[in-house]
């Protein structure tokens, strides 16, 4: 199964689309991190004055996918560096 998704010519190319633009703009993850951590504070902070369930689903989700987004890009940065 592996070496067919190896060989995809299709999968090779948006690798390649993906890591040029990642490369051109390196530090896009970890503001894209950051602003989503705050967002996650401004819903934090809503939920308090408010409670409801959707709104610790929603920060919980946005918090999450913030750390690890800033984390991913701070992995990135050295090897798409130039």
Same mark, same amino acid.
Request: charged share 15%; hydrophobic share 60%; proline share 5%.
């Given at each position: 199964m592996?070496?067919?998704i190896n060989?995809? %010519?299709?999968?090779a190319?948006l690798?390649?689309s993906v *890591?040029?633009s990642? &490369?051109?703009r390196? =530090?896009?993850p #970890? $503001? #894209?991190? $950051?602003g989503l $951590?705050?967002v996650?504070f401004? $819903?934090?902070?809503i939920?308090?004055a ?5 709104w610790d @689903?929603? @920060? &919980? #989700? *946005?918090l999450?996918v913030g750390i690890l987004? %800033?984390l #991913? =890009? ?9």
């Amino acid at each position: 199964m592996f070496s067919k998704i190896n060989r995809s %010519a299709r999968i090779a190319r948006l690798l390649e689309s993906v *890591t040029g633009s990642l &490369a051109r703009r390196r =530090g896009l993850p #970890i $503001v #894209i991190g $950051v602003g989503l $951590v705050i967002v996650a504070f401004i $819903v934090q902070l809503i939920n308090l004055a408010a409670p409801a369930p959707y709104w610790d @689903w929603i @920060w &919980a #989700i *946005t918090l999450h996918v913030g750390i690890l987004s %800033a984390l #991913i =890009g701070l992995l990135l940065l050295e090897p798409l560096g130039r």
